[in-house]
T-cell receptor, first 114, second 111 residues
Framework: NAGVMQNPRHLVRRRGQEARLRCSPM?????VYWYRQLPEEGLKFMVY????????ESGMPKERFSAEFPKEGPSILRIQQVVRGDSAAYFC????????????FGSGTRLTVV | GENVEQHPSTLSVQEGDSAVIKCTYS??????FPWYKQELGKRPQLIID?????GEKKDQRIAVTLNKTAKHFSLHITETQPEDSAVYFC??????????FGSGTKLNVKP
């Protein structure tokens, strides 16, 4: 049973380009959470999704950021027109609703905007 | 919303000594408190957690205590080893939909 898979592990984008980060949850998990971690800081909640639904996006910046979790395929975090301040590690976690154990995090995508 | 504060930000101990990291939270609705260990460049990994109906939980050298009235919880690591060196994060959550993380404690265990 593979863990939470994120790709790419490292992503370099020039300012103004788009970044697409992918997350495949653990088998049997239908809940996905995205967090952002700036250097030397803790993780900050961004968005919580279930299949085809955004449940809570209270941590998402109002502009340029979007997320989806389609019926088929991985969850996607999309950042349009990236800026230097978007450089961070983006972690995805998954869970089952009935499972109140802590999240299993993916290995993260480290986005660098140059 | 919830606010989680974590202290100290850095902690240096001698191998074999104990380490204690403390967190406070603000939202009385929070009822689940996990602790994560993160090594440099790696994912956060759950090391222990506690629910609000429990005051203390222990797993080998690691223990967590929770004081609901005071809204604080602590991580205790005994007999520290160099491989315990990492950044530790506390978190608070409710209804298991999102966690609020502390700012992290960088633990250095000196051999």
């Amino acid at each position: 049973n593979a863990g939470v898979m994120q790709n790419p592990r490292h992503l370099v984008r020039r300012r103004g380009q788009e970044a697409r980060l992918r997350c495949s949850p653990m088998k049997g998990h239908s809940h996905v959470y995205w967090y952002r971690q700036l250097p030397e800081e803790g993780l900050k909640f961004m968005v919580y999704l279930q299949k085809e639904n955004i449940i809570d996006e209270s941590g998402m910046p109002k502009e340029r950021f979007s997320a989806e979790f389609p019926k088929e395929g991985p969850s996607i975090l999309r950042i349009q027109q990236v800026v230097r301040g978007d450089s961070a590690a983006y972690f995805c976690a998954s869970s089952t609703r009935a499972d109140r154990e802590g999240y299993t995090f993916g290995s993260g995508t480290r986005l660098t905007v140059v | 919303g919830e606010n989680v504060e974590q202290h100290p930000s850095t902690l240096s101990v001698q191998e074999g000594d104990s380490a204690v990291i403390k967190c406070t939270y603000s939202d009385s609705a929070s009822n689940y408190f996990p602790w994560y260990k993160q090594e440099l460049g790696k994912r956060p990994q759950l090391i222990i957690d506690i629910r609000s109906n429990v005051g203390e939980k222990k797993d080998q050298r690691i223990a967590v205590t929770l004081n609901k009235t005071a809204k604080h919880f602590s991580l205790h690591i005994t007999e520290t080893q160099p491989e315990d060196s990492a950044v530790y994060f506390c978190a608070a959550g409710d209804n298991f939909n999102k966690f609020y993380f502390g700012s992290g404690t960088k633990l250095n265990v000196k051999p």
